[in-house]
């Protein structure tokens, strides 16, 4: 089956949840009428094959356009709805009732399996659609136009295969997975993902539909060591929350929320990157199950930290509420 009719098919069985989707039939039939209009006038591959898109009468003003609205609600909905399935299974207490009332959840680790199943095939198979439609369009065009694309796609953030629910959702699968009383009764919905240790080294890997592979590495650029309390910046590097904090000028009382927005990513540079962080608690769960010693060792210097950062912000709220 051609891809563009199990993409249809799929996204027709999500109608019901109403799904933001990649038009990707439309898109191709776009690039069908731009191939139509090369034969037509007898143009064949132009020597300066960056200026072909600009010559296009069909899709100029419209392709792009319209893909980075589709990429930008697709992402949007993926977020948004692995955000309320993680905090569904990490929340405990009266606020865990309390979400399970609402109708959030069927409150129950079978049900949030299958609807965690569910957001991982919704953002691979719209990634591969992204994927095969720039793909398509470079081809006809001869251009590399759509892998400009691409590029700019990752740096405003709506890559799907960049979000950081996507690496909560793995932490996820394998806490489930190893979790004893539910090993047995709950399907796996990510093929081949495991944490390895390399050298003591952590990393996140995972093949995925159509020849996706998520490597994602777990040391932070910043202490070089294993991410601890790790945070996700909205342009998708991880580090330790204590190093993020440092990296923004800010301290861990007033987080990484007040973080001045020309603050920029230690490692690409990026600023405003800080006040939409994602606080990683299903890795951070996976970490301390598997490194035990390291993250006892690490929570104490952690812990020391925080007491005197903590101490040293209210003394300083001190002396400026007298005046001294």
């Known amino acids: 089956m051609k891809f563009c009719k199990k993409y249809e098919e799929y996204m027709q069985g999500q109608r019901h949840e109403k ?20 034969h037509s006038h007898g143009v ?16 100029d ?43 959030k959840s069927h409150g129950n680790h079978a049900a949030l399996v299958q609807e ?19 793909k398509k369009y470079d081809k006809i065009h001869c251009s590399k136009q759509g892998l400009a694309f691409k590029s700019q796609a990752q740096s405003k953030r709506i890559e799907i295969l960049q979000s950081p629910w996507l690496c909560e959702l793995m932490a996820f699968h394998i806490n489930l997975r190893e979790t004893n009383s539910y090993a047995k009764k709950v399907p796996a919905f990510f093929e081949g993902c495991s944490l390895i240790l390399n050298d003591g080294k952590p990393s996140l890997s995972c093949d995925l539909f159509d020849s996706i592979k998520l490597d994602i590495d777990l040391t932070c650029s910043i202490c070089l060591d294993t991410v601890f309390d790790p945070v996700s910046l909205t342009c998708g590097h991880i580090f330790c929350c204590m190093c993020a904090c440092k990296a ?52 104490k210097i952690d812990k020391t930290e925080r007491i005197q950062q903590t101490k040293e912000h209210w003394e300083s709220q001190c002396r400026l509420f007298m005046g001294v």
């Open 19 to 38: 799904l933001p989707e990649v038009g990707f039939k439309k898109l191709k039939k776009i690039l069908k009428r731009c191939r139509k209009e090369v």
């Open 44 to 59: 064949g591959i132009p020597q300066d094959t960056s200026t072909c898109p600009q010559h296009c009468p069909v899709c």
């Open 61 to 103: 003003g419209t392709f792009f356009s319209s893909l980075c609205k589709e990429m930008s609600d697709v992402v949007g909905s993926f977020n948004q709805r692995a955000q309320r399935l993680l905090e569904v299974h990490l929340a405990s207490g009266f606020r865990g009732f309390f979400i399970w009332l609402k109708g």
């Open 116 to 134: 965690g199943r569910d957001l991982v095939t919704y953002a691979l198979i719209n990634a591969v659609a992204m994927r095969k439609i720039l």
């Open 248 to 299: 923004a000028s800010v301290t861990i009382v007033d987080g990484l929320k007040e973080a001045h927005p020309k603050e920029k990513c230690p490692i690409c540079r990026e600023a405003g990157v800080y006040e939409g962080a994602v606080h990683l608690e299903e890795l951070h769960v996976l970490l301390n199950r598997s490194c035990p010693e390291y993250w006892v060792e690490r929570r």
